[in-house]
C-alpha cells in the first residue's frame, strides 16, 4: 500500500504541494513502519505527527484560500472537518484496541486514499478556480 506523489496532484502553490508530499511520505512511512516491525510506539509517534502535521497543513490551506476568496472555501473547509472527525475516530480507536494489523491497514488506507482523492480532486480544483482568476495559489 503506498501513495505516489505526481505531477498531476500539483497546485502550483510550493507550500502547500510541499505539505502534499510530506503526507504523502508520511502515510507511507506509517505503514512501512509497520511492516517493517518497529517498536509500536514508533507506529504510533508517525500517526501523532501526521495528525498534527495534516491540521497545519489545513489550516494553511484555508488561509490560502480566504486570502484569495475561494469561492468553494466553505465547502472545502468542511471535508477538511470531516477528515479531522476521521482522524479523531481513528485515534480513539487506536486508545481502545491498540495498534493492530487491522487498524494499521485501516488507517493507511482511510487516511492515504481521503488524501489523495483530496488533493486529486478538491485542491486541484482549488488551484485551477484561483490559476484562471490570475490570483495567487
Known amino acids: 500500500m503506498s501513495y505516489s506523489w505526481t505531477p498531476d496532484l500539483a497546485t502550483g ?4 504541494d510541499k505539505q502534499h508530499k510530506q ?3 508520511m502515510v507511507n ?15 504510533a509517534d508517525t ?6 502535521y495534516t491540521n497545519k497543513h489545513f489550516a494553511d490551506e484555508e ?9 468553494d472555501y466553505p465547502a472545502h473547509k468542511q471535508t477538511h472537518a470531516e ?6 475516530i481513528l485515534s480513539a480507536k487506536m486508545s481502545q484496541d491498540g495498534i493492530t494489523d487491522n487498524f494499521i491497514v ?21 488551484a485551477a478556480y484561483m490559476q484562471s482568476k490570475g490570483q495567487t495559489v
Open 83 to 88: 477528515f479531522k472527525e476521521l482522524v479523531r
Open 23 to 25: 503526507l504523502f511520505s
Open 106 to 126: 485501516e488507517v493507511c488506507s482511510a487516511i492515504g486514499e481521503w488524501l489523495f482523492m483530496h488533493v486529486k480532486d478538491e485542491d486541484s480544483r482549488m
Open 47 to 52: 500517526m501523532e505527527f501526521l495528525v498534527e
Open 13 to 16: 502553490n510550493a507550500v502547500i
Open 29 to 43: 512511512n506509517l505503514f512501512d513502519a509497520y511492516q517493517s516491525g518497529k517498536e509500536r510506539q514508533e507506529v
Open 63 to 71: 488561509e490560502l484560500q480566504e486570502k484569495n476568496d475561494y469561492p
